[in-house]
């Protein structure tokens, strides 16, 4: 459908809510969301060519070869199937350090998350491997630690030193030596039984407490159980737990049976529960005890036990765990499901090895944060090229970027389909690209009231409800006298 070419007035309407609670916004006060470009074109520059001199930024620039991207999602890692990493025959693995792998939702409904093992390494038959290459950007040479956590059988390699791991497959961890800048890593997942083997990975100068296992008695028995004795030497408020078994077990905390469940299924919720055993806890010495009296199956639990002083202190299944012969339990390695992981299990939020996840999960945002990834160290500090059509509706612009950013409208004198390029520098003699007005409804150029240090002008932030600027704030651009851009570099 081709607009017509007099004026339209566009208002948006709000036409979803919250009502349900189905997405936890998490912020305060609440509003509602504004119009949002989430696609967009995007392309890199590479060594050797100038995207101004290709006419990236102009109307007509066919851009259909551009691979679309939704923001926040990149190319973090490349991937290939064999024994050897080949370049040549490797595919780029794309995820959004937002969102995860945008191939599994989980995020969406009530029980929303983002997921651990962001990395979708593909489907592979028992036996095969897939190997997976990325850099880590290390902004200091020292020891680091590494966490992955996949249901495929992991092994590595940094800056060409194999790893020395600790742990399963579910949860695989290492001190890794990095020096300052890009690192390479090398990381190898062989699938234990034929499905789709997913990754999670972080590195990070803080080591992270263990996660919660699934465990098993080693000589099942009619009287096989798993225990664990927990210190209590604080005035406590609460004792809360998740329980969750596979085949028939019974849950008792120090000697009184609180509940039993069997025949776990994550996609209905059933073989599991939450609950409250204050009335059961004491201070000194607590016992928490799983009994399995067919002898097989399989246990997990998650507790917290919250302080008078407002701390917590978690307890889980691990392998501190004993039996009732005083043997260590064995961990099921196969706990880790393609669409109900482990953690959806879990009563106490756990830093998650993605570092925006706050919009979902405000509780896991990890602190410190990781390590970046870089699937190309040649193309840091190069510029980005991104073009999108604006919404319809939109009156106002904000960019939110690491480095620094120019921008323009490919088609300025059009209000219903303009495009907006990020470019660095504009050709000699051309006028700075314009918005709409506010009040006025008609193209307007930025109002620059502001000047910098070095006495050039600098846009002023504008107000979508102010007629005499333009509704269009362009940020960390620069103007001078001489009608170019200052060059920029993202």
């Not at 009619?222 to 085949?247: H, Y």
């Not at 009563?347 to 979902?360: A, D, E, K, S, Y």
Request: with cysteine.
């Amino acid at each position: 459908m081709e607009s017509p070419q007099d004026d339209w007035l566009i208002r948006v309407e709000s036409t979803l809510d919250n009502r349900y609670g189905d997405f936890d916004l998490h912020g305060d006060p609440g509003g509602e969301w504004p119009v949002e470009r989430r696609s967009l074109k995007v392309r890199r520059e590479p060594e050797g060519t100038d995207g101004e001199q290709e006419g990236w930024h102009l109307p007509g620039t066919d851009d259909s070869e551009w691979p679309v991207r939704l923001w926040s999602e990149s190319v973090y890692w490349c991937v290939c199937r064999g024994e050897t990493f080949d370049a040549s025959a490797a595919a780029p693995l794309v995820y959004s350090t937002v969102f995860g792998d945008l191939a599994m939702r989980s995020w969406a409904g009530r029980m929303g998350r983002v997921p651990r093992r962001f990395l979708q390494l593909g489907r592979l038959e028992k036996g095969e491997s897939v190997l997976a290459k990325t850099y880590v950007i290390a902004p200091a040479a020292g020891r680091y630690w590494i966490r992955t956590e996949s249901n495929g059988d992991i092994s590595g390699r940094i800056n060409s030193r194999d790893i020395v791991w600790h742990g399963g497959p579910e949860e695989r961890t290492a001190w890794i030596e990095l020096k300052e800048g890009m690192n390479e890593l090398l990381l190898r997942a062989g699938a234990i039984r034929g499905g789709l083997v997913r990754a999670g990975v972080e590195v990070n100068r803080t080591q992270r407490p263990p996660l919660p296992k699934w465990l098993f008695t080693r000589g099942p028995n009619p009287r096989s159980s798993l225990t664990k004795r927990i210190e209590c030497g604080s005035d406590f408020r609460r004792v809360r737990l998740v329980f969750a078994a596979r085949g028939r077990a019974a849950l008792s905390v120090n000697g009184v049976k609180v509940t039993e469940h069997g025949d776990f299924n994550p996609y209905i919720r059933q073989g599991q529960e939450e609950v409250d055993v204050t009335h059961l806890w004491r201070l000194g010495v607590n016992e928490v005890r799983l009994d399995l009296p067919e002898g097989k199956g399989e246990v997990f639990a998650d507790g917290v036990i919250e302080l008078q002083n407002g701390e917590s202190v978690s307890f889980f299944t691990e392998e501190d765990w004993t039996d009732e012969q005083g043997n260590a339990p064995g961990v099921h390695h196969f706990a880790v499901l393609q669409f109900a992981e482990t953690e959806s299990l879990w009563i106490t939020p756990r830093p998650h090895p993605l570092p925006q996840v706050g919009w979902l999960m405000p509780e896991s945002v990890p602190d410190p944060p990781p390590l970046a990834f870089s699937a190309d160290p040649a193309g840091v500090g190069r510029p980005v090229w991104l073009r999108f059509p604006l919404p319809v509706g939109a009156t106002r612009m904000r960019i939110d970027c690491a480095g620094s950013c120019a921008c323009g409208s490919a088609d300025p004198k059009s209000r219903q389909a303009a495009e907006i390029s990020i470019f660095r520098r504009d050709p000699p003699g051309q006028q700075p690209p314009y918005g709409l007005c506010h009040r006025a409804r008609r193209p307007r150029r930025p109002c620059f009231a502001r000047r910098s240090a070095s006495g050039r002008p600098r846009p002023r932030e504008r107000s979508a409800t102010c007629g005499r600027h333009c509704a269009y704030p362009i940020t960390a651009v620069w103007w001078n006298t001489k009608s170019s851009w200052r060059r920029q570099t993202l």
